[in-house]
């Protein structure tokens, strides 16, 4: 089974305007970790932000903050004042924190953000 | 200092070459991994060292060989590549669970690798 699910292949957004982006997990463990990565052209995946099972506020850095609903098990960014520079590929990913060696992390397909001026 | 570097940006190799990517990290981290990506595709993961152990290897053909020589560095030796191993590689590194901390991981820039 897939543990992280993004329905979303493709998404476009007004500048200025909020976009969520979703993305759904799939896990029995009760202690994971939840991350948001995003990809511009260039390759290099940067790291956006980060939401513990355990942590019962909503994690935000900046523009993005991640709505998780644990109960759903979704953990969907939203940014906010999307700017031209947020168009780019964004992956969900999860870390199970007691998995065998602790170390995998899972992605999920992707979902490609263009920004529309 | 979350930064992760790879060596080199961009490389062309033939089927017959044999060449190496680099990767290094001085955040301490003690897992560090490759992974191999396709365009539009997300990362499929290659390899994982733990205190400079391989802990994860997920089926790669031999023709890729990763070594680790210390906690910082981490290299790919390449060797009679096919042309469909043309992608992205990135490395990353994290912190290991047990050693607690933060569990991102965070990634170098790539190499993008054309065989031909």
């Known amino acids: 089974a897939q543990k992280i699910t993004q329905t979303q292949p493709g998404m476009f957004v007004q500048e200025k305007e909020a976009v969520t982006l979703d993305c759904t997990y799939d896990?029995?463990?009760?202690?994971?970790?939840l991350f948001w990565y995003k990809q511009p052209s260039s390759g290099e995946m940067i790291f956006l932000i980060y939401?513990?099972?355990?942590?019962?506020q909503n994690a935000t850095e900046g523009r993005y903050s991640l709505n998780f609903q644990k109960a759903r098990k979704s953990a969907n960014l939203v940014i906010s004042a999307s700017q031209l520079g947020d168009s780019a590929m964004y992956f969900c990913?999860?870390?199970?924190?007691?998995?065998?060696?602790?170390?995998?992390?899972?992605f999920g397909t992707g979902t490609s953000l263009t920004v529309i001026p | 200092d979350t930064e992760v570097t790879q060596t080199p940006k961009h490389l062309v190799m033939g089927m017959t070459n044999k060449k190496s990517l680099k990767c290094e990290q001085h955040?301490?981290?003690?897992?560090m991994y490759w992974y191999k990506q396709k365009a539009k595709k997300p990362p499929e993961l290659m390899f994982v060292?733990?205190?400079?152990?391989?802990?994860i290897n997920e089926s790669v053909p031999s023709r890729f060989s990763p070594e680790c020589p210390n906690s910082s560095l981490l290299n790919l030796h390449l060797h009679a590549l096919q042309p469909e191993d043309s992608a992205l590689y990135l490395c990353?590194?994290?912190?290991?669970?047990?050693?607690?901390?933060?569990?991102?991981?965070?990634f170098g820039p790539g190499t993008r690798l054309t065989v031909t």
């Open positions: 990353a590194s994290s912190l290991l669970l047990r050693d607690g901390g933060s569990y991102e991981q965070y």
């Open positions: 896990t029995s463990d009760q202690s994971y970790g």
């Open positions: 939401q513990g099972s355990y942590d019962e």
């Open positions: 990913a999860m870390r199970e924190i007691y998995d065998d060696t602790g170390n995998q992390f899972y």
């Open positions: 955040m301490g981290h003690r897992a």
């Open positions: 060292y733990s205190y400079e152990k391989l802990s």
